[in-house]
């Protein structure tokens, strides 16, 4: 869908929240302290269904061993709140950790979605892992401007590729879910230097979410608290991401968020659990299948990365 009726669509169900005429979306996060990760739920409190986004399985990479404990407290919390799961959402491929949607959807059910864009990634990743077949392991493929439901809420897939080529930000009421592209005013961008990365589509993305309404909220995937800050945040707004982004925000240029973001980018390394995240987000969460000694393996290329 073009950009600008994307947008359009976007801002009439922004408007329509704002002015009671649909439910205002109740968001819970839960926080993942050992990846800086944030996972939510958005429940419509009227019909009580609810969306999961941006889940996470703990994962120890010197052992191998999985840890459920984040994903058991958000079953918890829809289990409580008496929540009926409709979607297990994915705003994109992370390559900072594992993701918990297959065992919330054995759990609590909802359709697994990430965007149509998935077959890129899987492209990029096939040389070192071989084809994941990523786009068959998801429920639903989300083109740029599709709109879903949840309840009654209104729901809006943004296509926003430069931290990946497959990222998606949210639309859900007046809440929006930017994943990895944004973090708070205070901490700046996402990397742009993953396979399929680009810091100048990352600008363009972002200049496009932030042409929003001002009172949008704002929900980021992370939270690396910036230099004087002690405490985490994760909610902010598309007017506050506008005027105050040490990356974006105010008049900074395309040319000038790039040479930063490039010369930031050499500087990074790889994240710690980049090579079991990728096997298996691509396959929607699942791990890989075991052997016939119920073991199952994650591949290390060596000398590659």
């Not at 649909?22 to 969306?51: C, E, G, I, L, R």
């Not at 084809?131 to 009654?152: K, P, Q, T």
């Amino acid at each position: 869908m073009a950009w600008h009726k994307a947008l359009e669509r976007a801002r009439t169900i922004i408007g329509a929240t704002g002015r009671g005429a649909a439910p205002k979306p109740a968001v819970t996060a839960f926080f993942d302290a050992p990846t800086n990760s944030v996972s939510y739920v958005v429940q419509d409190p009227v019909t009580k269904v609810a969306a999961i986004i941006d889940s996470v399985l703990g994962f120890d990479p010197v052992s191998g061993r999985t840890c459920r404990t984040g994903a058991d407290a958000i079953v918890a919390h829809v289990e409580a709140e008496g929540l009926s799961v409709a979607w297990q959402l994915e705003t994109h491929v992370h390559a900072d950790h594992l993701s918990a949607a297959a065992y919330l959807r054995e759990r609590l059910g909802g359709r697994c979605a990430i965007g149509s864009a998935v077959g890129a990634v899987d492209g990029f990743f096939a040389p070192l892992f071989g084809r994941a077949d990523a786009r068959a392991w998801f429920d639903h493929l989300f083109e740029d401007g599709d709109s879903f439901v949840i309840g009654g809420l209104q729901g809006l897939a943004l296509h926003g590729p430069g931290h990946t080529p497959a990222d998606l930000a949210y639309l859900i009421g007046d809440a929006l879910f930017v994943g990895d592209t944004l973090f708070m005013p205070d901490y700046g961008t996402a990397r742009a230097d993953f396979p399929g990365g680009n810091a100048h589509l990352l600008y363009r993305s972002i200049r496009r979410l932030l042409a929003l309404p001002d009172e949008t909220r704002m929900f980021v995937g992370h939270d690396y608290l910036a230099p004087g800050r002690a405490e985490h945040h994760w909610e902010t707004s598309v007017g506050a991401q506008r005027r105050d982004n040490v990356h974006v925000g105010g008049c900074i240029g395309e040319a000038a968020f790039v040479a930063m973001r490039q010369a930031r980018d050499a500087t990074l390394s790889l994240p710690r659990l980049m090579i079991p995240s990728v096997q298996v987000n691509l396959r929607g969460g699942q791990l890989p299948p075991a052997d016939a000694e119920g073991v199952r393996y994650l591949k290390l290329p060596i000398d590659r990365l």
